[in-house]
């Protein structure tokens, strides 16, 4: 039972490129979400999905934008990339937003911006 | 604007003592606590939640406790075990919004033997 697969596991990236975060779950959770995590700080999020084809901002979503066509995946996409991006990205997902599930994370992919 | 406060990065116990790590909030739009424990290179993974409705919750080892007019929640581990070594964050759910989390900064526990 892998749960939620993040790929790639480390990147660097030069200022102006772009990259896409690859995230999947075999849980069938409906909810899925992209937090980054800053070094000293906790998680804040970027966006969210309640369910494929639906799609929501975050605390900081500028910079980033996401898709969800599929129930199991939801990429993260960095469009120009910034020093200010360089985060660890964890991706989550949750069976039920309302009820007492608690989100299952990745293991995070960790991304330097140089 | 810290919704969500853990205000000790750090906290140092000894192996077989209670570690109490706090955690308070300003916001009364949550219906859902949860702790997660993170390893360094690892995503955090949960440990236990409890209801905006519920003061205490417990697991094993582990109790969290709130206290709505303090706005404030606090997780107990008993004993404390090596193994329990990692950053504990506080995360608050809002009332529908697509289960969404609202996490604190952490504290960095460390269980000495």
């Known amino acids: 039972n892998a749960g939620v697969t993040q790929t790639p596991k480390f990147r660097i990236l030069k200022i102006g490129q772009s990259m896409t975060l690859q995230c999947t779950q075999d849980m069938n959770h409906n909810y899925m979400y992209w937090y980054r995590q800053d070094p000293g700080m906790g998680l804040k999020l970027i966006y969210y999905?309640?369910?494929?084809?639906?799609?929501d901002k975050g605390e900081v979503p500028n910079g980033y934008n996401v898709s969800r066509s599929t129930t199991e995946d939801f990429p993260l996409r960095l469009e120009l990339a910034a020093p200010s991006q360089t985060s660890v990205y964890f991706c989550?997902?949750?069976?039920?937003?309302?009820?007492?599930?608690?989100?299952?994370f990745g293991d995070g992919t960790r991304l330097s911006i140089l | 604007d810290q919704q969500v406060k853990q205000n000790s990065p750090s906290l140092s116990v000894q192996e077989g003592r209670i570690s109490i790590l706090n955690c308070d909030y300003t916001n009364s739009m949550f219906d859902y606590f949860l702790w997660y424990k993170k390893y360094p290179a690892e995503g955090p993974t949960f440990l236990i939640s409890i209801s905006s409705i519920k003061d205490k919750n417990e697991d094993g080892r582990f109790t969290v406790f709130l206290n709505k007019s303090a706005k404030h929640l606090s997780l107990h581990i008993v004993p404390s075990q090596p193994g329990d070594s990692a950053v504990y964050f506080c995360a608050a759910r809002p009332y529908n919004q697509g289960g969404k989390l609202i996490f604190g900064q952490g504290t960095e526990l460390s269980v000495k033997p």
């Open positions: 999905s309640v369910g494929a084809g639906i799609t």
């Open positions: 989550a997902s949750c069976s039920d937003g309302a009820g007492a599930q608690p989100q299952h």
